[in-house]
C-alpha cells in the first residue's frame, strides 16, 4: 500500500492490529494525541487521549472509527508516529503542506490493557455482592455476567453520587428511608455501601404501599443477615417523624409523589435527599407557554420540557428552603429518558435577600409557563 497522502497513511497503519499511534506538533486545539489498544468489556478498542496545555480527553473508538479520528484529527498536526503488528511508520507534513514518510517492516509486539480494569469501583468486580448476584448482575465469584455490564455501571454511578455527597459528613452512624422503595436492589446495595464498603452503621428503611413487595424486601433482609435494614408499608409523609432520617431517597416516584416525599423530607430537617423524579404530569397539563409555540405543539416536546421544567422547579425550591441543590444525570435502570437525580443538602437556611430573589426567580418562571407546580405550595412559596 503506498503513502502518497495523510489518508494512505493512516489506511497503512489501522490495515493491521495497531500497537500505537502519537500525533504532536499540535497546531490548533490539542497538542497532543495518543492512540493505543484496550481491552473493553464489548472487545477492544482504540483509546484516544487528547492533551491541551492544561487537561487530558478520552475516548474509546473501535478500530474503524479510530482510523477516522486520527485523518480528522491529523489535519491540526505536524507529525504522525505509528506502529502496527507489521510495520512502524512516521509522517511529517512540511510548511509547504507536503507529506513526507517513511515506513519500516517489523513485527511489533502488541500490548494491550484492559481499560476497565484500571477503573476504581465503589463496587470492584471480583467482590460478590449478594444484590448484584440475585439480580443477575454478578456471578457467585463476583464477576460482572456478560450482559450485564452496563447495569453495573449503573448501580456503581448511584453509589458514586451517594459518596461524593456523603465523603464529608463526620458522622460514624445513619438512618436513612428509600421511599418508594419497589423490590429494593438499590436499598440493598445502598446498604451493603455503608456498612461493608464504609463500615459504618446504619439503620434502613424501605418504604412501599405494596404489601407483597414488603413482605419479599423483609425476607431478602434476613437471607442476607442484613440487621439494620427492614421494610414496611407506608408513606413517607406519615411516617417522617417517627423515622427522623438524616438521608431520604425517593427513585421514581411517579409524578406528585416526588413533591410529598421532598415536602416531607424538608419538614423533617432531613439532611441529605436523592430524588429521581419519575411521570411528570402536573406540569405537563397546566403549562401554556404562549411564547414557545414549536414547543408546545409538539406532544414529545411539551412532555420533555414540562419535566426539565418541573425538575427545575423543585431544585430551586428546596434551595428556597436552606438546601444545597444540584441536578445530576443519573442513569434510569429501565432505561427510561427520565434520567435526572435532584440532590440536595440541607445548609440551615439562607438570607432574606436570597430568600426574597428565590421566591421572585420562582414566581417568573411559573408565570411565563402559566404553571403552579405542587411543589411551590408545599414549601410555601407562594
Not at 484492559?114 to 456471578?139: C, I, N, W, Y
Not at 427492614?230 to 421514581?252: A, N, Q, W, Y
Not at 432531613?270 to 407557554?289: F, K, M
Amino acid at each position: 500500500m503506498d503513502i502518497r497522502d495523510s489518508e494512505s497513511f493512516f489506511d497503512r497503519l489501522f490495515s493491521q492490529p495497531l500497537v500505537r499511534l502519537t500525533l504532536s506538533g499540535g497546531r490548533g486545539e490539542y497538542t497532543r494525541a495518543v492512540f493505543r489498544p484496550v481491552k473493553l468489556k464489548g472487545g477492544e478498542a482504540v483509546q484516544i487521549e487528547k492533551y491541551t496545555s492544561t487537561q487530558v480527553f478520552h475516548e474509546n473508538l473501535s478500530s474503524d472509527l479510530a482510523a477516522a479520528r486520527a485523518k480528522e484529527l491529523f489535519a491540526e498536526f505536524t507529525f504522525a508516529d505509528g506502529a502496527n503488528s507489521a510495520c512502524t511508520l512516521s509522517m511529517r507534513r512540511t510548511k509547504s503542506g507536503k507529506i513526507l514518510s517513511t515506513v519500516k517492516n517489523v513485527q511489533n509486539t502488541r500490548e494491550v490493557k484492559s481499560h476497565d480494569r484500571e477503573k476504581l469501583r465503589l463496587l470492584p468486580e471480583g467482590v460478590p455482592v449478594p444484590a448484584l448476584r440475585d439480580l443477575g448482575v454478578m456471578t457467585p465469584e463476583g464477576e460482572i455476567v456478560k450482559g450485564m455490564y452496563d447495569k453495573y455501571c449503573q448501580i456503581n454511578r448511584f453509589l458514586e453520587i451517594v459518596d461524593d455527597a456523603v465523603s464529608a459528613d463526620p458522622r460514624d452512624s445513619w438512618n436513612i428511608c428509600d421511599f418508594g422503595c419497589g423490590k429494593s436492589y438499590l436499598t440493598f446495595v445502598l446498604y451493603y455501601y455503608f456498612t461493608e464498603i464504609k463500615k459504618t452503621k446504619v439503620t434502613m428503611t424501605g418504604l412501599d404501599l405494596k404489601r407483597q413487595v414488603i413482605e419479599n424486601c423483609n425476607a431478602i433482609a434476613k437471607k442476607y443477615g442484613y440487621d439494620g435494614l427492614s421494610f414496611r408499608c407506608g408513606d413517607v409523609k406519615d411516617v417522617i417523624g417517627e423515622l427522623s432520617p438524616d438521608m431520604i431517597i425517593t427513585l421514581h416516584a411517579c409524578d406528585t409523589a416526588t413533591d410529598y416525599a421532598l415536602a416531607a423530607a424538608v419538614e423533617g430537617r432531613t439532611d441529605y435527599i436523592l430524588s429521581a423524579p419519575c411521570c411528570q404530569h402536573e406540569v405537563n397539563a397546566q403549562i401554556s407557554p404562549s411564547g414557545y409555540k414549536p414547543i408546545s405543539c409538539y406532544g414529545i416536546l411539551k412532555e420533555r420540557f414540562a419535566a426539565l421544567a418541573t425538575d427545575a422547579v423543585r431544585a430551586r425550591c428546596l434551595e428556597y428552603v436552606g438546601y444545597e441543590t444540584s441536578v445530576l444525570e443519573f442513569v434510569d435502570f429501565e432505561h427510561s429518558p427520565k434520567n435526572l437525580m435532584i440532590r440536595a443538602k440541607r445548609r440551615g437556611g439562607v438570607s432574606p435577600k436570597t430568600s426574597a430573589e428565590l421566591k421572585k426567580e420562582i414566581e417568573d418562571f411559573c408565570t411565563e409557563l402559566s404553571v403552579r407546580p405542587l411543589i411551590t405550595k408545599l414549601l410555601g412559596v407562594f
